[in-house]
């Protein structure tokens, strides 16, 4: 009975421990099929990731490109941009334009005008009248047509007393009229190109029924200036207005006076 029992328990020993080694296989087994399983997500997430890097290199090398392209067409503008500014301190500045060509203008016209007076002034067909009737001074005029508008304010603007267009008289007027009404103020436009205060003029008497008779040359005086300037058909007109002294001083008739 002893030997029976003990061989019983030797069994039962036996047993318990193969089921020990059994259990152990299979935690065994179930160890290495987790790290397999591991391995294959390392492997997994690093194909992933080697991927996700391709294309950041891909968009990188991209916008570089596009950097350099916008880089060079900013170098493009800033070579164009500083062609243009040499072109404009090359060409003569705007505001300096005007009073470089006012002087040519103002020496042009008015030397021209200075000369062309007295010869007016001393043409035969220029009637200076005397007589009844007669007003005591005669008016003497030069015609410009055509006459540019700027050109007239750079000889006119601001000289002499404006007749009109003005607040209290004819301010939509489109004629310009300018009153310079004795010699200083016209010898301070005309005097440095060599106009005199005195002309020669050819006198003629009024008679009777409208007869009119020839008395010969005499001196007259420059008294006043009228500028007007028509802004619609750019017509200008200067209005000398010449007067003679006395008879007896101013008319020579051959030699008698």
Do not use: C
């Not at 020993?13 to 059994?22: F, G």
């Not at 690093?46 to 490109?65: G, R």
């Not at 067409?73 to 006012?102: D, F, R, V």
């Not at 220029?126 to 007589?131: L, S």
């Amino acid at each position: 009975e002893y030997l029976e029992i003990h061989s019983r328990k030797s069994n039962k020993k036996r047993r318990l421990n193969a089921d020990s080694e059994s259990e152990h296989d299979d935690d065994s087994d179930e160890y290495s099929s987790s790290e397999e399983d591991e391995s294959q997500d390392e492997n997994t997430n690093t194909s992933n990731s080697k991927k996700s890097v391709s294309a950041k290199d891909k968009q990188i090398k991209t916008l570089k490109k596009e950097l350099q392209t916008a880089k060079t067409k900013i170098k493009k503008l800033e070579t164009e941009n500083k062609k243009l500014k040499q072109q404009l301190k090359a060409k003569p500045s705007a505001k300096a334009t005007p009073k470089k060509n006012g002087d040519k203008i103002k020496k042009k016209y008015y030397k021209k005008w200075a000369a062309r007076l007295p010869k007016l002034a001393n043409m035969k067909k220029t009637k200076y009248m005397i007589g009844q009737g007669v007003k005591p001074n005669k008016e003497i005029i030069i015609k410009e047509e055509g006459f540019d508008a700027e050109e007239f304010e750079i000889l006119w603007k601001d000289k002499g007393y404006l007749v009109q267009p003005r607040p209290d008289n004819k301010p939509k007027s489109r004629v310009i009229i300018r009153r310079f009404s004795d010699w200083e103020e016209i010898e301070e436009i005309f005097g440095e190109y060599g106009l005199k205060e005195k002309l020669t003029v050819h006198i003629y008497r009024k008679r009777n029924l409208a007869k009119t008779q020839y008395w010969g040359t005499g001196d007259a005086n420059i008294t006043d200036l009228n500028v007007e300037y028509n802004k619609s058909s750019k017509r200008l007109q200067l209005k000398f207005i010449v007067e003679r002294e006395t008879m007896a001083t101013s008319i020579n008739l051959g030699g008698l006076f």
